[in-house]
């Protein structure tokens, strides 16, 4: 279903969706942009991407879990109120919405964690089609269209009128409902594509490669050595993923009381798989061959799905510029 | 930096390799991004093709020595080679070891600061060169002058080591004078805002560093990227007993980063690696340089500029100073 809304229209709109939920949407601060509760009145200009992911919405980089008290031999635990209230995610790109459908499974499979579902059920997502593809973005080679989606509840595309929303969920539907939208057809939303100016002739790498390229290359210790010499062992590549999802567990206690927290953790830290008396990644190469190798093949064997959306946080921000696209062009030669 | 000063690196480097003076080579190649270059880690004479001695070698290599522990050649600049002075001084890594090479550092460009001066974002920049005493940038096919204040990286406005302290060669080029110590007028109209922050109450301080390091994600990219960060175990990694919790709760941060800032007291050369690398933009260079301040203020003491003069923190001396303790 296909709606239109003008420019007008859109800041009355989010002003009445205010009174009904907590918006979030990208906005600069400390130089930074960040999905912050903001009087907007537009989406963004000049938006390309977040800093942090998303994710950290969904999966907090601290989050208390429960609390406990114990008393004569006995110990009492108290769950912590449900996340409630709703939020509406705007401005949302493509690649992070895609990396939300990719955490789903590992939340809700085997396990469902109630509170990584609440977040995801109280959360509708407006996403906004990309204009530039972002630097050290290759979200076109693993299979993202900045310009189309499936992965929201409405995702929206700049006309010179103002905007056109694709409605792609019941919920989604519900929001576009009154008369500050006005119907729109399929042929309005295909002619208001726009191509990626910075649109390479030839992807960089054949995505379905990856998984057997990357299985292949596991025993050779050489290659991973050599594509790790620089790793500096941070957690910037890990944080900064909006697929990453790896937590550690921790107590904050006082005597006879106390809260357990769930934090991100990341396997690049040599801690991470440390255990009594052995760590079986305590050298570099190996750490930096799991990330690679949980994200393109294990993950893949898993859930059918390739844990990365190119998105291109871990290329920029890594001190080292040691930049995954390299590695993924050598693994699928 | 001409092609012919390049070839002569290689030359030398490829003849240290080859009377097995070093194992490893450490210098800059092209990096995969736009105003970006990235550590050579070269294993033999081959690797070394992949120089690259343009601009944007901020990158102190000194950090790699925490890892490699062998015989290496290693391009310093002038900050740089402050580093390898407080890793030697420290027993961290021997001179002998060293293939130290100076390269003439003209101030290293910061992304960050060049995108605030355009009013932009760092991947609007298209172009950046320098000529005289600037840094031209083309934004959306206009070009724009930035003195160097508002290009440079802070450390290097006031750059009193330009030239490498130690080096076995020091690569053909221009040396920069050193800046002489900031003064008020100096440093008036500079963007890094020490003098900004210092004169306010402290609970305004304590407001604004509180504010700074809840948004630390505890990556530790600061920490693993500083050379003088060099112990194997850090004692935010102890659980027996544990220090500091590994949640980052605001409280935790804090301790974690006034931690670190008062344990690399007296190591610390103000290389700037940590604030340049932080994802999160904490300027934790306002902390590491009031550190520098009042080390050189209260013990005559400068980090990585001699092998002899003794680490203030490490140092017990019968008339110091005990009237703080009641």
Known sequence: MYRKISKENLRKWLGELKARAAILAPAKERGLWSYREFGLQDFPLRFRNSRLPPKGLFLDPLRALFAWKSSGGSVQLTPLPPLNGQRILIGLKPCDARALRILEPIFTRDYPDVFFLDNLSRTLRLGQACSVLCTGSFCLEMGIDPQESADFDIFFREIPAGYLARVLTDQGRTFTEGDFFAEASAGEWDLARREMPEKKEKPLFRLERVPAGVAQSFPDKNFWERVSAKCINCGICTYLCPTCHCFDLGDLQMPGQGVRFRCWDSCAFPGFTKMAGHNPREEKWRRYRQRVSHKFNFFYQSFQSIACVGCGRCVVHCPVNLDLREVLVEVAR | ?326
């Open chain 2, 1 to 326: 930096m001409p092609e012919t000063i390049k070839d002569e690196l290689i030359a030398l480097a490829a003849k240290l390799f080859r009377e097995g003076k070093i194992s490893h080579f450490l210098g800059y190649q092209k990096g995969t991004l736009k105003f970006q270059t990235t550590p050579l880690i070269a294993l033999n004479p081959e690797d070394l093709q992949h120089l690259w001695l343009e601009d944007f070698f901020f990158f102190n290599l000194a950090f790699y020595l925490k890892e490699i522990k062998n015989k290496v050649g290693l391009l310093v600049k002038g900050c740089d080679s402050r580093s390898l002075l407080s890793l030697i001084k420290e027993g961290q890594v021997k001179r002998e070891d060293l293939y130290v090479v100076g390269i003439p550092c003209p101030g290293q460009i910061d992304l960050r600061k060049v995108a605030e001066a355009i009013a932009g974002e760092r991947e609007e920049i298209e172009e950046i060169w320098r000529q005289g005493n600037e840094v031209h940038v083309r934004v959306n096919d206009q070009e724009k002058r930035l003195p160097k204040a508002l290009a440079l990286l802070d450390k290097c406005l006031h750059c009193r080591y330009p030239k490498p302290l130690i080096s076995d060669f020091l690569l053909p080029g221009e040396y920069a004078p050193p800046v002489p110590p900031a003064t008020p007028e100096t440093t008036q109209g500079l963007s890094r805002g020490r003098d900004e922050l210092r004169p306010k109450p402290l609970p305004e301080k304590w407001a604004f560093w509180v504010d700074q390091f809840q948004h630390c994600l505890r990556c530790y990219a600061c920490r693993n990227v500083c050379p003088a960060c060099f112990c194997p175990r850090c004692i935010v990694e102890e659980n027996m007993p544990q220090w500091v919790s590994p949640l980052p709760t605001a409280g935790d941060n804090f301790v974690f980063h006034l931690m670190r800032l008062m344990h690399v007291a007296g190591t610390c050369v103000s290389c700037g690696e940590c604030q340049r690398v932080c994802p999160m933009e904490i300027p934790l260079m306002r902390l590491h340089d009031k550190m520098a301040e009042d080390l050189e203020e209260l013990y005559n003491f400068v980090a990585g500029i001699d092998l002899d003069q003794p680490l203030p923190f490490r140092t017990f001396r019968q008339e110091d100073a005990d009237d703080f303790i009641k």
